[in-house]
């Protein structure tokens, strides 16, 4: 079974190993490249920082390592500590897990460095705020979008030898199709599975006509690895 992996090149690396070390066939073919924005980080004395993904880390020059960290997920704590922060929480979850954190372990009125993308759900600051806490929103990277599916990805999919798709955002699951569609495979793309990290993800896939798709139990890499895993055992 092939398996096409759409995340950034960047992040790409560690999953296509772990994918092939199942046995399985993996096409990468990133529609997204995450680059930092080169905004300077907000002065002034912050009581945390809130990591929204692992492309939050970009932005650093040299981290305050200090501060006490708050990180969406398991992989962006882990990148963190690599980074040199020291005090690090995973929310382990979605935007929705990291206020929650965010409520249970700072006072009120803490100003939180927010670092976030461009393109970003603004909810979250939302969250923040209705709970007394004071987020500065501080955009360090942008994922700029791909041209064109890679190459080895539209030959697989025109010949239907994809079986499932990984998707990792809302975004980069729309793009995907848009990519497919220029390239004359918007057929072929829905007729593949697709695999989705959130359930905001596989919505805007269903939403454009996609029906085979199947969300990971959890918002992470382990999770989307796990429900391939459950995919490729199921098919055997």
Do not use: N
Not at 17 to 26: H, K, W, Y
Not at 184 to 202: F, K, M, W, Y
């Amino acid at each position: 079974m092939r398996i096409l992996l759409t995340r950034p090149a960047s992040r790409s690396g560690a999953t296509a190993r772990r994918l092939r070390g199942m046995g399985l066939e993996v096409v990468e073919s990133p529609v997204l490249a995450i680059r930092p924005s080169g905004a300077p980080m907000p002065s002034g004395r912050f009581d945390a920082v809130i990591l929204t993904s692992p492309g939050s880390l970009l932005g650093f020059p040299e981290p305050p390592a200090h501060l006490p960290v708050l990180a969406v997920g398991d992989r962006t704590a882990e990148d963190a500590r690599h980074a040199g922060f020291l005090h690090v929480l995973s929310a382990s979850g979605d935007r929705h897990d990291l206020a929650a954190l965010a409520r249970e372990t700072l006072p009120p009125g803490s100003r939180l460095l927010l670092a976030a993308g461009r393109e970003r759900k603004e909810d979250l600051v939302d969250m923040l705020r209705r709970d007394g806490l004071e987020p500065v929103v501080w955009v360090c990277y942008h994922a700029d979008a791909a041209s064109s599916l890679a190459p080895e990805a539209s030959a697989a999919l025109q010949a239907g030898a994809i079986g499932w798709v990984m998707h990792y955002s809302p975004r980069s699951a729309a793009l995907f199709l848009e990519l497919a569609a220029a390239a004359g495979l918007r057929a072929a793309a829905q007729q593949a599975g697709h695999v989705c990290i959130s359930e905001d993800t596989a919505v805007a896939l269903e939403r454009a006509g996609v029906t085979r798709v199947v969300t990971a139990e959890r918002p992470d890499d382990d999770a989307m690895i796990a429900a391939v895993a459950a995919l490729v055992a199921g098919a055997a």
